[in-house]
Structures are given as C-alpha cells and as structure tokens.
C-alpha cells in the first residue's frame, strides 16, 4: 500500500527517507498533531498521507475552513439581508453553507439577488455598476483574505457598499483549544497562506505558554511530511519552538504591509465560531470610522442564528479535531457535498467534503 501511495510523488526518493526518519523518531507512546488548514487537509487526503504514518503517529483535522466556522447567526444575517431586497456577494464556497433553516443558494432560488464574485474588488465593481442598490458583501475568511478587505475600503467604495464583516484570526482558535484540553495535542502543523500574512510570531506564545512544538509548513506532499519530520525532532530534542518548514514563503514577520492594513481598518473582537463557543480576541471588525460601510452599523441590524449545526451533524466535534469526518453517522449518507447537512461537507476546504471526494486515499 505505501509503495502504490508513493507512486503519486515527484519526489519518491526523498519522501521514502522522510518517512523512514519519521519512523525512527518513535517516541514509545502515541503522538497526536493537529493542522488547522483546508488545504493541508486536501494534501493529506488526497495523496493518502495518513496511510504511509506509523501507528503510533496521528495527524488530524482542526478549524481550518473559513467558511465552516462562520456562525449560524452571520450566514443568517446575509440570509436576511438578501431576503430584504439587497444584492449580496459572497465568494462560491459560502453560497451553499446552511444557516439556521436555508443558505444563500436557497434564497436565491426563492428570488433573492445573491450574486458569487471572485475577490472583493468584484464586490466593490457591482456596487458601482448598481449605484440605486445596497450591495452587501460577505467577507470571509482568515488572514489570507482579511487583508484584500482591508485595501478595498482604503481605496474608498461608493456609498451603496457595505461589508458584513465574517473574518476570523487563526492563533486565538488554536489557543482556545489547547487551553480547553478538551483533545491532548502534541504540536500543530500551522497554515502556510495564513502565516505567508502573519509570519511566524503570532504563533510563539502557543509554545511559551502551553510548551507545544510548531512548524509552518508548505503544500506539496514533501511539505507535509517534512513539517511532521520537524515536529517530531523537536518532541525528541525536548524543543518547544515555531519553526518555518515553508521557507519560500513564510518569514517571521510575515507581510507588513497587509498587516498595516488590517490594523488600519479593523479591529480584534470576540467572535462565536461555529462549533466553538465564543473564542476570545478572535475575530475582526470595521474600526468606528469606516462604519459608514459596515451593515451591521449601517442599518442597526443583527440576526440570531438558533442551532449551530442539523440534528445527527458533528461538523462541530470535526472542526475541534475530535472526531475524524468518517465517524459522523451522516457522512456520505444523509449529507454529502451535493446535499449538505453541515458546512464542513460544502466547501473544497471542508475536512467532510476533502474525505468525500478522495475516499479510497484515506487510511
């Protein structure tokens, strides 16, 4: 089985002698890692990662979908927003999320005028080609994208535009679950796109105050597993320590000039996350002089979403990394990615939808 899941690399020589090292690393006992990145999910899925690990060794799923841990209650506010006659953009991945009793994709189909751009400037040019409409844009996201956000209400949108601000911030969720201990990590393989943003030193005091080895690691399917390699080196040096395994990408102070933006434009707020509990210091939103686009402030209004996820779903025990997607009585039954009954089975990025689409990769 490894050899035919070896096949799949370039570079099957060096990947062959990763895995041999990580094998000799073998502490004596279980070690847990966790990554909280859609896209490592999809490396580690798709190209069958999980097989080719030690017994001894398990990598699971954290939050890592943007869009799967937005809140019931913001999916239903653009929900209602579409439903009072505004034209809501919103990116692809978060037309077809369910709220408390529909999505986007439903509204549109009952008539609302939901239009999927591919950026915010899109957004901000359908504002300007609808001057007599309100445009309401749903952005999403983590830090990848915040910063695009950011530079659009910099640059001035018309006055028709507003943002209903949904973005979240990746080391407070990490935190939040080490500090929960609600599943025992030994080290966190951190996001490669986030932390091309935020460099490496948002992540330090996760190792200073709870002594847990990380590395920032890249996409290929090397990357991964060199980032694991890293992880458990430390564990036997007795490091506790942020490594950038993605060098060509990352550096410790990550980009400035996004960084710049962000702290211009927004500020850092307690958010609930879908499937947590409200998560200190993580979220984003409008700082009070660019209210003038915010929606919420705009039109003194706010929706409440009642249940976070459909009965039977545990999209929530998935994004905390307590549960692999196949263990969820619905997987592949009642919810699957063209009938989605929880967010994580929706998005490409989703840990349910990944394990879906590359069902005989997994181990």
């Not at 939040?176 to 030193?201: N, R, W, Y």
Request: charged share 25%; hydrophobic share 40%; glycine share 8%.
């Amino acid at each position: 089985m490894a050899s035919l899941v070896l096949e799949k690399f370039r570079n099957r020589e060096i990947a062959a002698r990763v895995l041999r090292e990580i094998r000799e690393l073998d502490p004596r006992r279980k070690v847990k890692f966790m990554h909280v990145c859609g896209s490592h999910e999809v490396t580690i899925t798709k190209f069958g990662l999980r097989s080719l690990l030690p017994d001894w060794l398990e990598v699971i799923s954290g939050p890592g979908c943007p869009v799967c841990v937005t809140s019931t209650a913001e999916i239903d506010e653009a929900i209602e927003l579409a439903k009072r006659g505004y034209l809501i953009t919103t990116f692809g991945d978060m037309f077809r999320v369910p709220g408390t009793g529909t999505s986007l994709a439903g509204a549109r189909t009952d008539g609302a005028d939901v239009r999927i751009v591919y950026s915010v400037a899109d957004a901000v040019k359908t504002a300007r080609r609808n001057p007599g409409r309100e445009v309401v844009h749903a952005a999403v996201g983590f830090e990848t994208t915040a910063p695009t956000t950011a530079a659009e209400v910099l640059r001035g949108p018309p006055e028709n535009f507003s943002l209903l601000v949904c973005h979240r911030l990746i080391p407070p969720a990490m935190e939040f679950l080490l500090a929960s201990g609600e599943v025992a990590l030994d080290g966190f393989i951190c996001p490669g796109h986030v932390s091309t943003i935020i460099g490496s030193k948002p992540y330090e005091p996760l190792s200073e105050r709870y002594g847990v080895p990380q590395v920032i690691a890249g996409f290929e399917p090397i990357d991964v597993l060199l980032g694991i390699w890293m992880l458990l080196k430390q564990l036997r040096e007795g490091r506790r320590e942020v490594e950038i395994g993605y060098t060509r990408s990352v550096r410790p102070e990550g980009n400035v000039v996004a960084q710049e933006k962000m702290a211009q434009v927004f500020k850092i707020v307690d958010k609930k996350w879908r499937g947590f509990p409200t998560v200190p210091k993580s979220a984003l939103e409008l700082r009070q002089e660019f209210e003038g686009h915010d929606v919420r402030e705009k039109f003194d209004f706010q929706a409440k979403g009642i249940e976070d996820f459909a009965k039977g779903c545990r999209c929530g025990e998935v994004l905390r990394g307590l549960i692999h997607p196949s263990e969820c009585p619905l997987f592949n039954k009642a919810c699957t990615p063209e009938h989605p009954v929880g967010p994580c089975a929706v998005t490409t990025e989703g840990a349910c939808n990944i394990a879906m689409k590359h069902p005989t990769a997994i181990s």
